[in-house]
T-cell receptor
Framework: DAGVIQSPRHEVTEMGQEVTLRCKPISGHDYLFWYRQTMMRGLELLIYFNNNVPIDDSGMPEDRFSAKMPNASFSTLKIQPSEPRDSAVYFC??????????FGEGSWLTVV | KQEVTQIPAALSVPEGENLVLNCSFTDSAIYNLQWFRQDPGKGLTSLLLIQSSQREQTSGRLNASLDKSSGRSTLYIAASQPGDSATYLCAVLSNSGYALNFGKGTSLLVTP
């Protein structure tokens, strides 16, 4: 099992561009989480899915952010249009209810 | 909303010392508490998970305790080594939710 795989690992983009972050989860885990990490705010939950269904998206900062999980093998987080304040590390994580959560290595986003 | 606080924010100790990292949370209605390690440029790795019915968990040189009534947990690291240098994050899963709430972490430096 290769663990949670995220891509791209690093992205630098210009303000106003669309950014798509991808996550390939571990099979057999029914919860998928998207977190954002910054120095100022630490780790913040953006959205999570249960069995591919979005359950709580109250952490998504604005309508510019959207997330999908079309199947159990793939999830995306999209920012359109991107702004410099979106610069952060975005983590995808997975787990089973009440158990250990497994994190990907993160996608480091810089918006200039 | 569950608030998780970690003290100190940063800690530097000489190799060989025993040390304690602290975590406090505001809502004692928790399902479990987890300690994670994060190395620079990497994702989070789960170290220990304590269920709400447990008082402590041990793994090698690490021991985590939980006092739900006072809203506190500690991570004890025995005989620290330079390889222990990393950021340690505490996270709480509340009874009312399915996603972890994280503290901002303690950045640990163990000097040779």
């Amino acid at each position: 099992d290769a663990g949670v795989i995220q891509s791209p690992r690093h992205e630098v983009t210009e303000m106003g561009q669309e950014v798509t972050l991808r996550c390939k989860p571990i099979s057999g885990h029914d919860y998928l989480f998207w977190y954002r990490q910054t120095m100022m705010r630490g780790l913040e939950l953006l959205i999570y899915f249960n069995n591919n269904v979005p359950i709580d998206d109250s952490g998504m900062p604005e309508d510019r952010f959207s997330a999908k999980m079309p199947n159990a093998s793939f999830s995306t987080l999209k920012i359109q249009p991107s702004e410099p304040r979106d610069s952060a590390v975005y983590f995808c994580a997975q787990g089973k209810s009440g158990n250990t959560i497994y994190f990907g290595e993160g996608s480091w986003l810089t918006v200039v | 909303k569950q608030e998780v606080t970690q003290i100190p924010a940063a800690l530097s100790v000489p190799e060989g010392e025993n040390l304690v990292l602290n975590c406090s949370f505001t809502d004692s209605a928790i399902y479990n508490l987890q300690w994670f390690r994060q190395d620079p440029g990497k994702g989070l790795t789960s170290l220990l998970l304590i269920q709400s019915s447990q008082r402590e968990q041990t793994s090698g040189r690490l021991n985590a305790s939980l006092d739900k009534s006072s809203g506190r947990s500690t991570l004890y690291i025995a005989a620290s080594q330079p390889g222990d240098s990393a950021t340690y994050l505490c996270a709480v899963l509340s009874n009312s939710g399915y996603a972890l709430n994280f503290g901002k972490g303690t950045s640990l430096l163990v000097t040779p």
